[in-house]
């Protein structure tokens, strides 16, 4: 009877088995012959010690056989297990940071003997953090082990673990697992005993932004843009840059920290962001003088990492701007620095109680570049005791201008700026030399002084001349302030348009200083001082000419040394008495 830890393969030729007793014929035998049986068992993969098996042979005619103490023999196997554990470990090739991947363990038992089990250890590598593991494993600081049971012959046993990716990690992530049999003798071949599975790790980042500005605002005005860039993950940022190229509406005032300018596209530079973290920039603007109705300004974000989301990535904000509608004036005149010499200036706007459009003149003369710029002005806006205007000088030319008036009397306190829209492009301006700037934000005279302020264009009857030069008309500009008594302080600056002895156009500049004045009986106001004429011929220009202006409402009379010029009729522009 064969034992139970193993089983009958084959037999020799004579031999039957019935239910694991196997029986064999034995034939004639001689004195002194002998008769070989063989039979091939397999031993049970689970069976460990030692298998004894005891064999009987009985004579067919038991008279025959005197001696029974020899009819039985028994042989002692001890059986011993061999058990090759092996692992075999898989994962992605490649993932993105900040996202979860699975490690595949299987421990296959290639045999030939049933495995007692054993333990699977996986020490997780830095760039990554456990979530879960199959039954039957456990997590200590970052190290799973995992328990194999009993594992017959070519049977195997699979474990998952499902780590998160740290959002920070890049590159190859390499991982080792280990299958150690619970009993070392059973498993002699330990080369197969680890598997390592690498993934590519890779950042994807979904940078979104958002902008918001004011709904409403007035020309003239400030307004803040707000941009706010947020990491959607899933991966750590390591930064990027925003681009806000901004309007031809709106003028560059300031940006936070990190932002540039130049030529009106501002540049905002950030650093990492973490997962559903935010950065946000300030970048405040001027709306022009003469801007109405809706300004869209669109901002967008690029970033240094993948992103798999573009569409995020930009964001536009409107604004409806509407001019100023509130009553106000602006009066003006004097002098500024330019390259290479001095500009004179003078300057009416104002925008009636009752609203409605803007009425007034500009008059300016660059000397040093013979730049002239005059035309009516249409948008006016002020804000404290700041101003801007803007308005027409030819077909293809338009000037903007912004002062401050910043106390009494203007000299090295009052601001004039202008930038002209032509060819070739000018821009100068800063603090007033001399002359005066009032702005208030109603009809009445500044409460701390008055002045006599005037910009515009006029005829004079015909026949008129100065020094043998006929006279059509003229440019002026002038701001004089009064102090209350009779002296003045601030300039004059006449264009004479005459004609030359040939029939050409023969221009006379006439620039001077006021240093007293008089408030006349009639309402108008008389301002004198020294002054320069150039005469537009090429001859040296005469200085220290006296000079006597009386401003009406209606237009200007001038005096000029000894010639009084006939009174200049407005025909455009303004002039304002105090």
Do not use: W
């Amino acid at each position: 009877m064969l034992p139970v830890q193993v089983s009958l393969v084959s037999a020799s030729a004579g031999c039957t088995t019935t239910a694991g007793t196997v029986s064999c014929s034995v034939g004639t035998l001689a004195a002194g012959a002998t008769q070989t049986f063989t039979i091939v068992v397999h031993i049970n993969p689970a069976a460990t010690g030692p298998i004894a098996n005891t064999a009987t042979v009985a004579a067919s005619n038991p008279a025959e056989d005197t001696n029974a103490g020899n009819n039985s023999s028994m042989a002692t196997t001890t059986a011993q297990r061999v058990a090759d554990l092996s692992i075999a470990k898989s994962a992605p090739a490649t993932a993105t940071s900040g996202t979860d991947i699975t490690y595949s363990l299987t421990v296959t038992n290639n045999g030939p003997s049933t495995s007692s089990g054993g333990t699977v250890t996986d020490v997780l590598p830095v760039q990554v953090s456990l979530v879960s593991a199959s039954a039957g494993c456990t997590n200590t600081a970052g190290t799973v082990s995992c328990s194999v049971g009993t594992l017959a012959a070519d049977a195997t046993q699979l474990f998952t673990i499902v780590v998160h990716i740290n959002p920070a990690a890049t590159g190859p992530i390499a991982n080792t697992a280990t299958v150690t049999a619970t009993n070392l003798t059973e498993d002699a071949n330990a080369t197969n005993n680890s598997a390592m599975a690498t993934t590519t790790a890779q950042r994807v980042a979904d940078l979104a932004i958002t902008k918001s500005a004011p709904d409403t605002a007035t020309s003239g005005t400030n307004i803040t843009y707000h941009l706010v860039v947020t990491n959607n993950g899933p991966s750590i940022s390591s930064g990027g840059t925003v681009t806000d190229v901004l309007p031809a509406q709106v003028s560059f005032v300031s940006a936070g920290a990190g932002c540039t300018n130049t030529a009106g596209t501002v540049t905002c530079n950030f650093g990492t962001l973490v997962p559903s973290s935010s950065v946000s920039f300030d970048i405040v603007v001027h709306m022009s003088v003469v801007t109405t109705g809706a300004v869209t300004n669109t901002a967008s974000v690029r970033g240094n990492d993948t992103d798999t989301s573009p569409a995020n990535n930009t964001a536009p904000a409107t604004t409806v701007v509407s001019p100023q509608t509130t009553p106000g004036k602006v009066t003006g005149g004097g002098v500024i620095d330019v390259p290479g010499g001095k500009a004179n200036f003078g300057f009416v706007a104002q925008r009636k109680t009752t609203g409605g459009p803007v009425s007034g003149n500009l008059n300016y003369l660059d000397h040093a570049s013979g730049r002239h710029v005059h035309g009516p002005i249409t948008s006016l806006t002020i804000i404290g005791n700041s101003a801007e205007f803007a308005g027409s000088c030819g077909p293809s030319c338009t000037f903007y201008v912004a002062v401050q008036d910043n106390g009494e009397p203007g000299a090295g306190k009052d601001m004039f700026n202008i930038t002209v829209t032509a060819s070739p492009p000018y821009t100068v301006g800063g603090t007033i030399r001399s002359g005066n700037i009032q702005v208030h934000g109603d009809d009445l005279p500044a409460p701390n002084g008055s002045a006599v302020s005037c910009a515009g264009e006029g005829i004079f009857p015909a026949g008129s001349t100065f020094n043998g030069v006929p006279l059509n008309g003229v440019h002026f500009g002038s701001g004089v302030g009064l102090p209350g008594d009779s002296s003045a302080a601030g300039d004059f600056q006449a264009l004479l348009l005459g004609t030359s002895l040939l029939g050409q156009p023969q221009n006379i500049n006439v620039v001077g200083r006021a240093s007293s004045s008089s408030v006349n009986a009639d309402g108008t106001t008389t301002f004198l001082g020294l002054g320069t004429v150039e005469m537009g011929n090429g001859t040296p220009p005469l200085t220290g000419v006296p000079f006597s202006v009386t401003a009406t409402t209606q237009g200007l009379r001038i005096i000029l040394g000894s010639t009084a010029l006939p009174a200049a009729t407005l025909t455009a522009g303004g002039i304002t008495p105090p």
